[in-house]
C-alpha cells in the first residue's frame, strides 16, 4: 500500500494559511467586516512570506461565452483558494460556493476562514 495516498493535498500550506488566520483573528479580534480580515490576512501573507494573490479576475464561461467573472478573495501559493467570511456558521451554501469557484478557476483545494466569532472556524474543501 502507498503510504503517500493519504497524504492530504497541500496540508503544510493549509496549515500555514490557518496559521495566519488564527494570528489576524486574535490580534484584531472578531467582529468586524470581511475585508479588513482579508486585507490582514494580506499582511500576514506578506510577513510570512506566502506567495498570494489578491482579487485576481477570472471568467466564468457558460458553452463557449464569457458570462461574467469570478474574483475570489485571495489565492495563496499559485494553488489555494482563501475566502474570508463573517458568518454564523459555514455552511452547506458556503461549501457549495467554493466548489464552484475551485471549479472555474481549475484549483483542488479552497480554505473558508470564518472570522465571526471569537474562535476561528475553517474548513479545507478538496475538490
Request: aromatic share 10%.
Amino acid at each position: 500500500m502507498n503510504a503517500n495516498k493519504h497524504e492530504l493535498l497541500f496540508k503544510e500550506e493549509v496549515f500555514q494559511i490557518v496559521g495566519c488566520a488564527m494570528e489576524v483573528l486574535n490580534t484584531l479580534g472578531h467582529g468586524l467586516l470581511e475585508k479588513p480580515y482579508e486585507n490582514a490576512l494580506v499582511v500576514e501573507f506578506k510577513l510570512r512570506g506566502i506567495p498570494w494573490a489578491q482579487q485576481p479576475r477570472f471568467p466564468v464561461i457558460y458553452k463557449s461565452v464569457n458570462v461574467g467573472e469570478y474574483i475570489p478573495d485571495l489565492i495563496a501559493f499559485d494553488s489555494i483558494i482563501v475566502d474570508a467570511k463573517t458568518i454564523e456558521k459555514i455552511g452547506n451554501n458556503e461549501r457549495a460556493q467554493i466548489i464552484n469557484y475551485l471549479k472555474i478557476i481549475g484549483l483542488r483545494v479552497g480554505v473558508i476562514l470564518n472570522f465571526k466569532h471569537a474562535k476561528l472556524e475553517w474548513e479545507r474543501i478538496v475538490l
